[in-house]
Every structure is written in structure tokens, then in C-alpha cells.
């Protein structure tokens, strides 16, 4: 059954996906008439765009691990969905900016603007196969032969029809996605919360221990690293260049909403098993799925599909602007045009598989991945009011970089963790490098006041004798 979806899944958008044959189009989003998308589509290509197949797995996993603190927590990210929107906004009304790297070159310089793209690039490389993994999950075991022919073919089918028009297909295939995952997901959370234990809103939230033990660590970590995370994500930042302020405005807020509600809901799914002790080892959705019967794993595989599909998809389109567009733009250089766009998407999908073979884990593709861009909030944020140089982006940029690395060495003191629970490290580490970090940034613009301030004034002029 599963291979079965795979091969309608792909028949049918491979078949209906519009294609683009200019720049507009390809990179832009507009439709054939040359218009932005609309408040609607706008915003369902948000709402499925950022919810990843491995935020779903994610979510039910903390659920079933920690209760609804584990739920809630993931949950939380979705905050920056209007942070990053609303700073967007304030960017083209204020400073005109037509992209974030431009932004940055006229702020920080060039060499910031190269720095955050490579953060960005890294970035869209994780969310490849963090998200192919999930999906060959519901084909066999990690490692065999139905695991890797799984993902190599879901990527394949992605690619083919995210060849045909960039941004203009991601956004038209990812409304086509938001209408299927939510009709499923309604089906599933109406199965599986009533069978699973789960027989009211009180019995959910009242599951686990709302402590910094019991993950209201994990909550704290999501809403501080909301204030940066979004920056990095061009699937969900070139977005808000596409149509005008209200109708950017109006789709983040909605979609930042409705996506917290659904990754809520299916973190419900793994809170499910945390009151009937089910044994879910690292997914969640798919032990649940097995124990409520074949229909359900059929509606859970479907939804991993569909939000798989409309993440990778934009990752695809989004690399390409910024091989096409971006890139060229921090550079100087002549702009390229779809020929390179679509072979920078190829190289993205044959690359960005590899870690597969080693059994990344994908909580990390968004812990780490978070922790290591706590910098960009003061950069972003107060970039926008503050008048800081270039050494106030690399200084915060890279004390964000050194506290992933504590983070992933396991170099931080114990005294600075925060809590006891199992998050109390990654808060730790991000606490004190949020604060490190924005301490940092601001010291060379408090320093060119007090210097400045310090300046002898110049004596005013004296009468010319004649």
C-alpha cells in the first residue's frame, strides 16, 4: 500500500504541477497573469511549508515521551513564523529590501551577507534528508534496501515536478498538500485520541509534568530560539517577499496560528501513547498508527507524504534563487538564470541524502540547527533600530556558531545548565549565548558612542579680521 501511495503521489503532481518559463514565475511565484499569490495561497503555502514530516514525528515523539509539555513545546517554534514575517515587513517598509542577503549587504557588508548564506545553504541541505527519512520509514527498517529505495525515490518524484516551475509549482503543490494533510489529520486526531486515552482536552493537557523536568525546558529553548530560528530558513523567508505588506502580513499571522494547532494536534497523537504507555521507540506517529490498525497507518503515511513533499519541494525552489539570485546578488555578479537553478535543485537532492547513510537524527536538524543561529536574532531584530557595524554581525554571528559547538561537544559547565531535566544543557547553552550574543553585537555600537562622546568638540569659529 505504501509504494502504492508513493507512485500516486508522484503520478499525480509530477502530471498537475504547473511549470514557469521565466524568472517571475520560476523565482517569484507569480502565476501565469504575473500575479503574487494571494492572501490564501500564501498563507496554505506557509502553513504546509514549515510543517516538516519530521516536525510531525518530532512533535508526536516529545508527546509520547514528555506529555503535552513535549507536545506544546514543539509547538512553540511556530512563533517564528510571525517574528520572521512581521521583521520582514518592517525590512521592505524601512529599508526597501528585496531579500534578506540584500538587506544584509547594505547593513553589514558583503562578507555578512556571504556568511549568512552559507548558513542558509547548510541549512536547506539538512531539511532534505531529515525529511526524506521520515517518509522511508513507512517503507522498511533503517538501512535496508526499502528504507534507501524509499527516499531516493520520494526525492526523485519531488524533484521532477519541482523542475518544471520553481516557486510558482511549490506554492500551487503545497495548497494541493495543506488541503490533503488537513483533512487526514483531522481523521487521525478524531481515531486516534478517543482510542488512544486521550478522551478530552483536560486528559491531554493534564498528561506529564508541566516542569522544567518535565519539558518546559524543551518550551523555553523553542520560544527563545524562535526569535532567530526563522532568519535562516529561506523556505520560510523568501515568502515574505513575494506579495504586498498586508497580504504577508495577514498570511503569517494565520499560518504561524494554524501551523502551532496542528503540530499541537498531532503531538496529541504521541501523548496518546504517554497515558497508555506505548512503547514508541524514536516514531511516534508510526507506532501509533500500527496499534489503531491499517487504516491508520495509511492516513499517518499519507500525511507524512504530503508534508514531506511540501518542504522538500520548497527547499528545492529555494535553493535555486539563492544559487540564481541571491548568491550572485551579495557577489556583484550577473544573475543567473533557470538552467542553474534547476542544476543547483539536481545537486540538492543527490547530496542531500548522504546523511542517511550515517543515522542523523532529526531532532538534532532542528535543535542544533537553531542553537547554532541564536546570533541572527540581535543582528535581525535590533539591525532594525540600531545602526551597528560589521563587526557587530560577525561577533554575534559566530558566538551563535561556538554555542552549537558547546552544545554538540557537551563542553558546557554543569553549573550553567538550567534545570534537571533532559533539556537542561540546550537551554543553558542558549540562555547564555543569546545573552553572550546580543551583549556582543551591541558592544562596538556602545563603544562608537562612547568614543564618539569622549571626541573634543571643535571650537566654533572665530571672526574673520579684516
Do not use: C
Not at 498570511?251 to 496529541?268: M, Q, T, V
Request: hydrophobic share 55%; proline share 5%.
Amino acid at each position: 500500500m505504501s509504494w502504492l501511495l508513493l507512485a500516486l503521489y508522484g503520478v499525480l503532481l509530477v502530471g498537475l504541477a504547473p511549470s514557469a518559463r521565466d524568472r517571475a514565475g520560476f523565482f517569484e511565484g507569480k502565476n501565469r497573469e504575473g500575479r503574487p499569490p494571494s492572501t490564501a495561497w500564501l498563507f496554505a503555502s506557509l502553513f504546509i511549508a514549515w510543517i516538516f514530516a519530521k516536525s510531525v514525528t518530532n512533535a508526536a515523539n516529545l508527546g509520547a515521551q514528555l506529555g503535552a509539555p513535549g507536545a506544546v513545546a514543539y509547538a512553540a517554534y511556530w512563533l517564528s513564523i510571525p517574528v520572521g514575517g512581521l521583521t520582514i515587513v518592517a525590512l521592505r517598509r524601512r529599508f526597501g529590501a528585496t531579500s534578506l542577503a540584500s538587506w544584509l549587504v547594505g547593513r553589514y557588508g558583503r562578507a555578512a551577507a556571504t556568511t549568512f548564506m552559507l548558513a542558509v545553504l547548510i541549512r536547506l541541505y539538512n531539511e532534505v534528508w531529515s525529511n526524506t527519512s521520515v517518509v522511508a520509514a513507512y517503507f522498511g527498517e533503517r538501512g535496508g534496501v526499502a528504507y534507501y529505495g524509499a527516499a531516493f525515490a520520494f526525492t526523485a518524484l519531488t524533484l521532477a515536478y519541482t523542475l518544471k516551475g520553481g516557486l510558482r509549482t511549490s506554492i500551487w503543490t503545497d495548497a494541493m498538500h495543506a488541503a490533503v494533510f488537513a483533512a487526514f489529520l483531522s481523521l487521525i486526531v478524531l481515531v486516534a485520541l478517543p482510542r488512544g486515552g486521550g478522551r478530552s482536552l483536560a486528559t491531554l493537557a493534564g498528561a506529564g509534568s508541566w516542569t522544567l523536568r518535565g519539558g518546559v525546558d524543551l518550551l523555553l529553548v523553542a520560544l527563545l530560539q524562535s526569535l532567530s530560528y526563522p532568519f535562516h530558513d529561506p523556505v520560510l523567508t523568501d515568502r515574505g517577499f513575494l506579495s504586498d505588506y498586508r497580504t504577508t502580513r495577514r498570511a503569517f499571522l494565520l499560518a504561524g496560528g494554524f501551523g502551532a494547532l496542528a503540530i499541537a494536534l498531532f503531538g496529541g497523537v504521541g501523548v496518546t501513547a504517554f497515558l497508555s504507555g506505548l512503547p514508541v521507540s524514536d516514531d511516534a506517529p508510526r507506532a501509533v498508527a500500527v496499534s489503531l490498525g491499517a487504516g491508520v497507518l495509511v492516513m499517518v503515511n499519507i500525511v507524512m507524504l504530503t508534508s514531506a513533499g511540501s518542504t522538500v519541494d520548497s527547499a528545492f525552489s529555494a535553493v535555486a534563487k539563492a544559487v540564481s539570485v541571491d548568491v550572485p546578488g551579495v557577489r556583484a555578479a550577473p544573475r543567473r538564470g533557470l538552467v542553474a537553478g534547476r542544476v543547483a535543485m539536481v545537486a540538492a537532492a543527490v547530496l542531500g541524502n548522504i546523511p542517511l547513510l550515517f543515522g542523523a537524527a532529526i531532532l538534532k536538524a532542528t535543535t542544533i540547527s537553531g542553537t547554532m543561529v541564536l546570533g541572527l536574532a540581535p543582528v535581525f531584530l535590533l539591525g532594525l533600530f540600531l545602526r551597528a557595524p560589521a563587526l557587530s554581525f560577525h561577533l554575534a554571528f559566530w558566538t551563535g556558531i561556538l554555542a552549537g559547538v558547546v552544545e554538540v561537544a557537551g563542553l558546557l559547565p554543569p553549573a550553567l545548565a538550567i534545570g534537571h531535566g533532559r533539556y537542561a544543557t540546550l537551554l543553558g547553552v542558549n540562555v547564555w549565548g543569546t545573552v553572550l550574543a546580543t551583549g556582543l553585537f551591541l558592544l562596538p555600537v556602545l563603544f562608537a558612542r562612547f568614543v564618539g562622546a569622549r571626541q573634543p568638540r571643535a571650537p566654533d569659529a572665530l571672526p574673520t579680521v579684516h
